[in-house]
């Protein structure tokens, strides 16, 4: 059974920071590209930043500069730092994988994890 669960959102005022991590289980990690998506309310469900087995990553333009993913293949484990913050980051975050690097998802995703960016 396959697992993510997500961890590190919350509150932050713009220009702040943030941290959000996922934790997965039941799948073979490092063979698969993991990614972060996010949801604003009102907008579709979009590629933030996704991670390939090799460590080759693929940023939103909207993110580019600001945001960092990284994976540890020994934890099982994918974070996305989040620098510079603005209100428009304000969405539900979700963890995912099975996906592509250029950002077809997976069918697996985190229950989410809200990002809230006030100015």
């Known amino acids: 059974q396959v697992q993510l669960v997500e961890s590190g959102g919350g509150l932050a005022q713009a220009g702040g920071s943030l941290r959000l991590s996922c934790a997965a289980s039941?799948?073979?990690?490092?063979?698969?590209?993991m990614g972060w998506y996010r949801q604003a309310p009102g907008k579709q469900r979009e590629l933030v930043a996704s991670?390939?087995?090799?460590?080759?990553?693929n940023y939103a333009d909207s993110v580019k500069g600001r945001f960092t993913i990284s994976r540890d293949n020994a934890r099982n484990t994918v974070n996305l730092q989040m620098n510079s913050l603005k209100p428009e980051d304000t969405a539900i975050y979700y963890c995912?994988?099975?996906?592509?690097?250029?950002?077809?998802?997976?069918?697996?995703w985190g229950q989410g994890t809200q990002v809230t960016v006030s100015s």
């Open positions: 995912n994988t099975g996906g592509t690097i250029s950002g077809i998802p997976g069918n697996y």
């Open positions: 991670i390939s087995t090799g460590g080759i990553t």
């Open positions: 039941g799948i073979i990690f490092r063979l698969n590209v």
